[in-house]
């Protein structure tokens, strides 16, 4: 069985990465270089798939700082300072939001698993701690799977693709206890919404890492900046 | 009204605008610079927007080539030489399917109408000439409706965005007729595959274009090869 990972380089996805090993699935990790600001997601997503051994790693430019409308693809500010139960209780849509993000990158993916013959997608979306996300809905990615179902040549011969969401009702704490059980090399994993040398520990990003880990009872080995 | 058009540079997408135009919407051209290997027909888009004028032109870069698996972005050989009804009667996927490629640009078009707010997306994708692909089909559109829905900011707040099908039921001849109806200029648009300095008038694109104006009585006026 051959999967494609959607590996930003951020905890959630390297956990998803971890579960899709662990249920016996051939890794064709896909990383994007969208012009997020921080990159240094994407040399963890590089550092991950050493320790994680896979078939192939893509990394695929789509500049969606052209589009903008995000703090994560333009120059509005990050947010920092929000405590984790404020995070946790804004009904409001997180600046953050990168508009259509998540459709952007399961389509790249579709097409990727097209080409390789994969049977599913996985990707790390998180309905829990995220929920202003609208495209980290579960009902989101059920639809998905009937677009996939549609669009593709492997669809039309009956042979479906299945996206798989394995933590999206997962709190973080739960994530990081899933990702502790498989060995996941958080340290190598980056979280951070500012992206300088540290962490900044303060962003809803960070916050949520630094609550879901105190939660867990581990410690994050990550630096963050004090 | 505002409208993201995808414009490829293509004769279909050229009408497509136009008709967006007609019904009153203020237009927002979104073209992919994707790899291909025709990117004449990108240089075609920037000529057609100048004509029809627009609020905004944006190019998009995203490099199809490194996920592969057409003969649009990578090396496999595009077909010449096939007839008209050779061509319309073939019940395989061509060769210049491009893996999931019409998900992956109305996505972005997606992010892009959330950001500037529109109504609408109007697509030339076309179900008659191209019925070898699946996500030409009006199946496809509703299910990408469906998940527009879900997916955006916009849709959560009931401030759906419309995705667009105007020629999809037409066949090559009838979208020339509503061209010339709309003063589209045809001579601007580019349609082959191949994308040598004249048309090769050969590839299964030239050979529907060319019986299309051949049938609609009108005279091509691009360049092709003897």
Redesign the interface.
């Known amino acids: 069985m051959k999967a494609v990972v959607l590996l930003s380089g951020g905890l959630d996805s390297a956990v998803t990465a971890y579960i899709a090993k662990a249920q016996g699935y051939d890794i064709y990790a896909l990383t994007f270089d969208y012009g997020q600001r921080h990159r240094k997601e994407i040399e963890a997503a590089k550092k991950i798939v050493k320790k994680l051994s896979v078939v192939e790693h893509?990394?695929?430019?789509?500049?969606?700082t052209?589009?903008?409308?995000s703090a994560l693809t333009s120059d509005l500010a990050v947010p920092q300072g929000k405590s984790f139960s404020e995070i946790k209780s804004s009904e409001e849509?997180p600046v953050t939001?990168?508009?259509?993000?998540?459709?952007?990158l399961?389509?790249?993916a579709?097409?990727?698993a097209?080409?390789v013959g994969a049977d599913a997608i996985f990707i790390g979306a998180n309905h829990m701690d995220y929920s202003g996300y609208?495209?980290c809905?579960p009902?989101?990615f059920a639809?998905?799977q009937?677009?996939?179902n549609?669009?593709?040549?492997r669809?039309?011969e009956g042979n479906y693709v299945e996206i798989k969401t394995p933590i999206i009702n997962l709190d973080k704490k739960e994530i990081i206890l899933k990702g502790a059980e498989l060995n996941v090399p958080f340290e190598l994993t980056w979280s951070c919404y500012v992206g300088g040398e540290k962490a900044c520990g303060k962003c809803d990003s960070c916050t949520i890492r630094l609550a879901g880990f105190k939660q867990a009872g581990l410690k994050d080995k990550i630096k963050y900046n004090k």
Chains 1, 2 share one sequence.
Do not use: H, M
Not at 97 to 104: D, E, F, L, M, Q
């Open positions: 893509k990394i695929l430019s789509i500049d969606l052209q589009i903008g409308g849509i939001y990168v508009p259509a993000r998540n459709t952007i399961l389509s790249c579709l097409g990727y097209e080409v609208p495209d809905r009902e989101y639809a998905f009937d677009l996939a549609l669009a593709t040549k669809g039309i």
